[in-house]
DNA sequence: CCGTATCCGATTTGATACTG
DNA sequence: CAGTATCAAATCGGATACGG
């Protein structure tokens, strides 16, 4: 298990940047880069996006589980934000197309790293929790 | 940045069926990857500890904004999941110190990868949010 | 086809007070 | 110092119905 950053194939192929500096400083926009991506449904929204661009109801039949008003509202906020492009057909009846704007594409890097990690070690997770339930192992140091 | 599109790295290479929605399966535990740290204070504790164990007043002061409640929970689950340990000194008055486990590291790297992308682009949104207060510019294409 | 509006329950968060 | 308990508010998310 303790391999656990030996290779990092995608994105991060480099050794674990100084990144982030002065973490209590500068954390605060990436709590801004979660909170608006952490929500139930936007990291699916742009990862699909992240194929090809999309209309209302193909996104709505590819997610399977969304409610119309979230699945606007999902759309409205990435809208807002800049990472998703909205794009209106005058055809009868109506077509609207959504795709990633340059933004998006961007963000589509760190969040495929994130997923990565998600699908790595989901196992490791689960074993965490199986483990921790009924016995809370918190280690206890002996006083020197 | 234009080279963010040419392929995305990992689990999404594969092209998104428009009957089966691989995108919902691949997704899934990248989704739990999302909501386990997607919450307010997860990720921000996450980094906060990846540059060195902290102890409990220690983070209160350090993000600031922070209740206690919120805190202890975000360190429960942290530590359910086997992302962060939990060393009790029994002292007194007693102390206890947070710090990652070697799962909790390597969820650190996509992390700042995301926390990277949101300190770069945070101006970028941010105008792209002004931008949308009061006028909708949605565009729209003609018909052909 | 592409939404918006309304109602309603579930979950999350914060403020405050209290304890070993 | 390091939490827990309780209450109230805000937000999230789904179902349904309706409109352009």
Same mark, same amino acid.
């Given at each position: 298990?303790?391999?656990?950053?030996?290779?990092?194939?995608?994105?991060?192929?480099?050794?674990? %940047?100084?990144?982030?500096?002065?973490?209590?400083?500068?954390?605060? %926009?990436?709590?801004?880069?979660? *909170?608006?991506? /952490?929500?139930?449904?936007?990291?699916?929204?742009?990862?699909? $996006?992240?194929?090809?661009?999309? =209309?209302?109801?193909?996104?709505? *039949?590819?997610?399977? /589980?969304?409610?119309?008003?979230?699945?606007? *509202?999902?759309? *409205?906020? $990435?809208?807002?934000? #800049? $990472?998703?492009?909205?794009?209106?057909?005058?055809?009868?009846?109506?077509?609207?197309?959504?795709?990633?704007? %340059?933004? #998006?594409?961007?963000?589509?890097? %760190?969040?495929?790293?994130?997923?990565?990690?998600?699908?790595?070690?989901?196992?490791?997770?689960?074993?965490?929790?199986? =483990?921790?339930? /009924?016995?809370?192992?918190?280690?206890?140091?002996?006083?020197?």
């Amino acid at each position: 298990m303790s391999a656990a950053h030996t290779d990092v194939p995608s994105v991060l192929s480099h050794e674990l %940047p100084p990144s982030v500096p002065a973490a209590e400083l500068a954390a605060c %926009p990436a709590s801004d880069a979660f *909170r608006r991506v /952490g929500d139930k449904w936007s990291m699916l929204v742009v990862i699909i $996006l992240g194929s090809r661009s999309h =209309r209302y109801n193909e996104l709505h *039949r590819s997610i399977e /589980g969304i409610s119309q008003r979230m699945l606007t *509202r999902t759309l *409205r906020a $990435l809208e807002t934000d #800049g $990472l998703v492009g909205r794009r209106v057909h005058p055809t009868v009846p109506p077509s609207v197309e959504y795709s990633l704007t %340059p933004l #998006g594409h961007s963000l589509l890097v %760190p969040l495929s790293a994130l997923a990565d990690w998600g699908i790595r070690h989901e196992g490791e997770i689960q074993a965490a929790r199986h =483990r921790s339930v /009924g016995s809370e192992a918190a280690q206890v140091v002996e006083a020197s």
